[in-house]
């Protein structure tokens, strides 16, 4: 089985990925246009056109906003006003109302293919439970076929350490949260956070051992910009805004971005590829 499945180029590295012989093209879906946060080249013209002849604007009132925060006026003055601030994010939101965003799902993966062809679900608890019981029982989690019962059996399913977890898929629009300790935890162990708190709880030799089965992956998948995600609906525009100055070099931005979390799946027409994490198509583009 091959460690690398991929349905569509995606990222600045994109090109240059095509050509290494390990890399499986399995067809193009679609022509149609995803947005790349990562690659402002990606952006829609309008986007880009209205930052770029805004830009001295945007910065002075990022400026003005940042040190407004770093006062104590912020406990008994308004903010400074900030119209061109405003009027970006407004048309940030308009232009991306039908556009795809890419988003990053970080895991840990016993057969690639299966993402591709059944896409992500959101999470049943009693469904990845029963997995791990069968993993057992398979001996792929060896020495444990006799006592995972008795192992899940001492925590309790129903607490919300576990529930809050559950009906949702999660992602990240930006490469960087894959490798700077956000996300890159997923590609530790297999079975998600739900399981992982399941065996950190329970049992500190099951928890070693789901760190030693199937391979850390990166699912790379489109969804609508808007909507599907709704933490977008308020958060995309500041991001993109955000790291467009960053991008200009002329002021110092932490960008911020948010968890994609969607509780509907995202289907497999959706998934551009499934790669490991030290894939150049899913480098943070910051350090290279």
């Given amino acids: 089985m091959s460690k690398r499945q991929d349905l569509t180029p995606f990222g600045a590295s994109a090109a240059r990925a095509l050509h290494s012989p390990v890399r499986i093209m399995l067809c193009l ?10 690659d402002l080249g990606s952006w829609p013209a309008e986007v880009r056109s209205e930052l770029d002849e805004k830009l001295d604007g945007l910065i002075a009132e990022y400026d003005a906003q ?7 006026d912020h406990w008994f003055k308004p903010p400074p006003p900030k119209p061109l601030t405003r009027r970006a994010q407004l048309v940030i939101t308009e232009q991306m109302k039908a556009m795809k965003l890419r988003v990053f799902h970080a895991t840990r993966l016993l057969d690639f293919n299966e993402v591709v062809r059944d896409g992500i679900r959101p999470l049943v608890l009693d469904e990845r439970v029963a997995r791990l019981r069968e993993l057992a029982a398979q001996r792929r ?11 899940i059996g001492r925590v309790d399913l129903t607490d ?28 530790d162990h297999w079975g998600g956070e739900a ?36 933490r977008s609906n308020w958060r995309l525009a500041p ?7 960053e991008a200009s070099g002329r002021v110092e931005v932490s960008v911020g971005a948010w968890d994609v979390c969607a ?3 995202i289907p497999p027409e959706w998934i551009e590829g499934v790669v490991p994490p030290d894939d150049a198509t899913v480098s943070d583009p910051r350090r290279t």
């Avoid at 940042?66 to 104590?72: I, P």
């Avoid at 989690?141 to 192992?151: N, T």
Wanted: charged share 25%.
């Fill in 239 to 245: 991001t993109m805004l955000e790291l467009a100055l």
């Fill in 195 to 230: 399981v992982q708190r399941l065996a950190h709880m329970a049992s500190p030799a099951l928890e070693a051992a789901i760190q030693g089965i199937g391979n850390p992956a990166v699912v790379v998948a489109k969804i609508p910009a808007l909507g599907f995600c709704k």
């Fill in 263 to 265: 509780e509907l799946p």
């Fill in 141 to 151: 989690l060896a020495d444990f076929e006799d006592e995972i019962g008795e192992i």
């Fill in 160 to 187: 919300n350490c576990f529930t809050i977890r559950e009906a949702r898929v999660w992602a990240t629009p930006l490469r960087r949260y894959l490798h700077d300790g956000g996300c890159d935890v997923f590609f």
């Fill in 66 to 72: 940042t040190q407004f925060d770093l006062s104590g």
């Fill in 29 to 38: 879906r679609t022509a149609e246009v995803v947005v790349d946060l990562d």
